[in-house]
């Protein structure tokens, strides 16, 4: 084996595996990991071929903006999320059961149709944001997904098993955190289009972000690392977009650069299409604004 395999074997070594500890509560490793070949999907913006080799649709090399996990203390981010446990505000508790109800993009889709209304966007516009939005979405998670399941970086009640989250802790590893990333790159897809209404989409895209850390079931760099990470996919696919002209050779996207002040939600914090999901899991969870006398289901949190 050359030294330089057995230096990367040892820096793979140096973190505890998801794959290999138990959740708080649980007596086994996750024997259910959720769609663990979804790394391995097609992408529309870039390409993973082959597999962690990552190129532009042109054949341009990409080096994916994240830290290596090996590079992280993950005792020091362990003590993060305690700290945020202990000192978890209500408000706090309803943003992460907010954006942690359903799937990761349950909450932006919402976001993209206000924005189409609010600016009176055209019918085949819509649905060229709806598309691109729906794909850049897609190639952050592929790519989130291939990235957790190489790293396989164990979750923080795998850490401490006393570590009681307020929502569930998904059936797969940690880091990146895909909320994080999906928000990230999607946030970067809309204010392409949508220039002037960035700032609130980037305050929406780190609130989701931050909602992990809430729920007690991310670490605080997974979900920094997340958005960067979903910034540059967000960068990437804009870059594709803009390429693309009309049969009489112009940009086929024009800007909407009047400020509408669009009225984003969240808040309020409701869903906008509500669906009672399967609030079970095994893990620990404790939710310590719940009264006692009359308990709302947790959300189940999917991503």
């Given at each position: 084996?050359?030294?330089?395999?057995?230096?990367?074997?040892?820096?793979?070594?140096?973190?505890?595996?998801?794959?290999?500890?138990?959740?708080?509560?649980?007596?086994?490793?996750?024997?259910?990991?959720?769609?663990?070949?979804?790394?391995?999907?097609p992408d529309y913006y870039l390409r993973n071929q082959p597999p962690g080799r990552f190129a532009t649709l042109n054949g341009r090399p990409i080096r994916l903006e994240i830290q290596h996990p090996s590079s992280i203390d993950w005792d020091k981010e362990?003590?993060?999320?305690?700290?945020?446990?202990?000192?978890?505000?209500?408000?706090?508790?309803?943003?992460?059961?907010?954006?942690?109800?359903?799937?990761?993009?349950?909450?932006?889709?919402?976001?993209?149709?206000?924005?189409?209304?609010?600016?009176?966007?055209?019918?085949?516009?819509?649905?060229?944001?709806?598309?691109?939005?729906?794909?850049?979405?897609?190639?952050?998670?592929?790519?989130?997904?291939?990235?957790?399941?190489?790293?396989?970086?164990?979750?923080?009640?795998?850490?401490?098993?006393e570590l009681k989250t307020l929502l569930c802790t998904p059936r797969h590893p940690t880091y990146p955190s895909g909320h994080a990333t999906i928000s990230g790159a999607t946030a970067e897809i809309l204010s392409y289009f949508f220039p002037t209404e960035?700032?609130?989409?980037?305050?929406?895209?780190?609130?989701?972000?931050?909602?992990?850390?809430?729920?007690?079931?991310?670490?605080?760099?997974?979900?920094?690392?997340?958005?960067?990470?979903?910034?540059?996919?967000?960068?990437?696919?804009?870059?594709?977009?803009?390429?693309?002209?009309?049969?009489?050779?112009?940009?086929?996207?024009?800007?909407?650069?009047?400020?509408?002040?669009?009225?984003?939600?969240?808040?309020?914090?409701?869903?906008?299409?509500?669906?009672?999901?399967?609030?079970?899991?095994?893990?620990?969870?404790?939710?310590?604004?719940?009264?006692?006398?009359?308990?709302?289901?947790?959300?189940?949190?999917?991503?």
């Open positions: 084996m050359s030294s330089d395999l057995r230096r990367k074997q040892a820096m793979a070594d140096d973190y505890k595996k998801w794959s290999e500890l138990p959740y708080a509560g649980e007596q086994k490793p996750p024997h259910n990991p959720e769609e663990p070949y979804a790394g391995s999907w362990l003590k993060k999320v305690k700290h945020a446990e202990k000192h978890l505000t209500r408000k706090q508790a309803t943003i992460a059961e907010y954006w942690g109800t359903g799937v990761a993009s349950k909450q932006w889709t919402p976001i993209i149709d206000k924005l189409i209304d609010t600016y009176g966007v055209t019918p085949p516009r819509a649905a060229r944001i709806l598309a691109a939005a729906s794909a850049g979405m897609n190639d952050a998670f592929t790519t989130a997904w291939y990235l957790k399941y190489r790293w396989n970086v164990a979750r923080p009640n795998q850490l401490d098993h960035k700032e609130r989409l980037v305050e929406l895209a780190k609130e989701c972000a931050d909602s992990r850390l809430y729920a007690g079931v991310h670490f605080p760099v997974d979900n920094e690392e997340g958005l960067r990470l979903g910034k540059q996919i967000g960068s990437i696919v804009a870059s594709e977009l803009r390429k693309e002209e009309n049969n009489r050779g112009q940009s086929i996207d024009v800007p909407y650069r009047e400020n509408r002040h669009t009225k984003l939600t969240p808040p309020p914090y409701k869903q906008v299409i509500d669906f009672e999901f399967d609030s079970t899991c095994d893990s620990t969870t404790e939710n310590p604004f719940e009264n006692q006398h009359a308990k709302q289901p947790k959300p189940k949190l999917f991503f």
